[in-house]
């Protein structure tokens, strides 16, 4: 049941991620769905394959290269679910910082 939830909240947070940033367009449930759920696979992946290179650049930069992992996971997501399309990677980027920050807040308010 944790995982259904997760997914759900993480669509909604992608979903409303698309109705704040200029460049990213979520079209509905459905692709906001497909999306949380392959978005989190790409993340999970992408950070596997190049921890060797990302744990250190991420401690150099103070964890801005976390930043620019997640929009590449995000315009890769967006490459593949039809119906969530990012047009440039700086819309990539804010849309990251954006989903960061949703995510922080929602943790900050449930507390998990």
Same mark, same amino acid.
């Given at each position: =049941?944790?995982?259904?939830?997760?997914?759900?909240?993480?669509?909604? %947070?992608?979903?409303?991620?698309?109705?704040?940033?200029?460049?990213?367009?979520?079209?509905?449930?459905?692709? *906001?769905? +497909?999306? !949380?759920?392959?978005?989190?696979?790409?993340?999970?992946?992408?950070?596997? +394959?190049?921890?060797?290179? !990302? +744990?250190? %650049?991420?401690?150099?930069? %103070?964890?801005?290269? !976390?930043?620019?992992?997640? $929009?590449?996971?995000? #315009?890769?997501? !967006? $490459? +593949?679910?039809?119906?969530?399309?990012?047009? &440039?990677?700086? *819309?990539?980027?804010?849309? $990251?910082? &954006?989903?960061?920050? =949703?995510?922080?807040?929602? #943790?900050?308010?449930?507390?998990?």
């Amino acid at each position: =049941m944790g995982f259904v939830i997760h997914t759900l909240v993480s669509a909604v %947070l992608l979903f409303l991620m698309g109705r704040l940033v200029g460049g990213i367009h979520v079209r509905d449930a459905r692709a *906001a769905i +497909v999306g !949380a759920l392959l978005l989190g696979f790409v993340n999970w992946a992408l950070w596997k +394959v190049l921890a060797i290179v !990302a +744990v250190p %650049l991420t401690i150099l930069t %103070l964890g801005l290269f !976390a930043i620019v992992m997640n $929009a590449i996971a995000l #315009k890769l997501t !967006a $490459a +593949v679910v039809r119906g969530f399309d990012i047009r &440039t990677f700086g *819309a990539a980027l804010m849309g $990251a910082v &954006t989903l960061g920050l =949703m995510n922080l807040v929602l #943790k900050l308010l449930i507390g998990s």
